[in-house]
């Protein structure tokens, strides 16, 4: 084998381990602290699920979940995985500071 093919082998192992670090582990990552929120809802816990539905938890199985959605205790059973978080979630952060600067807009408005 020639300096060529020495120099592409550790070119492919280059771009694997590229690969690796930056999209393989923190997928990984980012799926075992999900899975391990999942596994620590309890009952009375608050939470979102992926379709949006936010509930309080009555009862915990080890794949289900059952919740209340409203005072009119409507109960809904979800599978575990369909948490999304623990929680009510939140807005996203752009649309919040767009509401920031109308606020601030309308101030200098009002002093006129």
Request: charged residues 30%; glycine residues 8%; aromatic residues 4%.
């Amino acid at each position: 084998m020639g300096a060529e093919g020495m120099s592409s082998i550790v070119m492919m192992v280059a771009m694997i381990a590229i690969f690796y670090f930056l999209l393989i582990r923190p997928e990984n990552k980012r799926k075992k602290k999900a899975e391990e929120m999942r596994n620590n809802i309890k009952k009375g816990d608050t939470i979102t699920t992926i379709g949006g539905i936010i509930g309080r938890v009555v009862h915990v199985t080890d794949t289900s979940l059952v919740i209340e959605t409203s005072e009119d205790r409507v109960r809904l059973e979800i599978a575990k995985w369909a948490v999304s978080t623990n929680g009510v979630q939140t807005t996203e952060q752009p649309v919040q500071e767009k509401g920031k600067k109308e606020k601030k807009a309308e101030e200098p408005a009002e002093e006129k």
